[in-house]
């Protein structure tokens, strides 16, 4: 079945290091991909999305291209703030699923100042 | 992006008593709504889905007599935890579904924190 499969954290990194989370994929179709980002004690935000191989999603410094040879959707970004610290999610949705979203574990990210 | 409120932000109740989330979509038509389940330091875990005007299509293992779900209109869709019991404690998260031309985003509400004492 369709699935994401994601890094397995915490990860814990100092303010200003290169972040990268991997985030990998299984699906049936041609599907859309999400990051979800989570901050302590709230839902879930919008971080960015691609919804065709090669598309690049970036948003506040952060970016995801989607790979299909490699069924892959790292997240990336040059360099982290303490206030990056959340949970990031990895998610997909395929067209004929009415926009269910399937999510990956999440990785907790803690960066130290 | 989107914006997707919930009420209320956190509620504690007897057990044996039932408790209603709101859901609302401020400035699209959500015409599908989605809840979902988060157990701490765990993954969200969709419940349930509901379209407006029809009936919410549940998740295998989701009691639907237990948690009723009401999409009445394009802004909003309410849960409603029946005979709420200490193992229905958990944090309750609902997603919009916008239409685009080729997929669907979903925006999600801050979250209800549920406590069953």
């Known amino acids: 079945g369709d699935s994401v499969t994601q890094m397995e954290g915490p990860v814990t990194l100092s303010e200003e290091a290169f972040l990268t989370i991997n985030c990998t994929y299984t699906?049936?179709?041609?599907?859309?991909l999400f990051w979800y980002v989570q901050y302590p004690g709230e839902g879930l935000q919008l971080l960015l999305k691609?919804?065709?191989?090669?598309d690049k999603g970036s948003n506040k410094g952060f970016e995801a291209t989607y790979r299909k040879e490699t069924t892959s959707f790292h997240l990336e970004k040059g360099s982290v703030q303490v206030s990056d610290s959340a949970v990031y999610f990895c998610?997909?949705?395929?067209?004929?699923?009415?926009?269910?979203?399937?999510f990956g574990q999440g990785t907790e990210l803690s960066v130290k100042p | 992006g989107a914006v997707v409120s919930q009420h209320p932000s956190w509620v504690i109740c007897k057990s044996g008593t039932s408790v209603k989330i709101e859901c609302r979509s401020l400035?699209?038509?959500?015409?599908?709504m989605f809840w979902y389940r988060q157990f701490p330091k765990q993954s969200l875990m969709l419940m349930a889905t509901s379209n407006e005007g029809s009936k919410a299509t549940y998740e295998q293992g989701v009691e639907k007599d237990k948690f009723l779900i009401n999409h009445a209109s394009l802004t909003l869709s309410t849960l409603t935890v029946t005979s709420a019991h200490p193992e229905d404690s958990s944090f309750y998260i609902c997603g919009g579904g916008e239409r685009g031309s080729f997929t669907d985003t979903q925006y999600f509400g801050p979250g209800t924190r549920l406590t069953v004492l």
């Open positions: 400035d699209f038509q959500a015409t599908t």
């Open positions: 998610a997909l949705t395929l067209y004929n699923q009415g926009g269910k979203l399937i």
């Open positions: 699906a049936t179709g041609y599907p859309s």
């Open positions: 691609a919804t065709k191989a090669d």
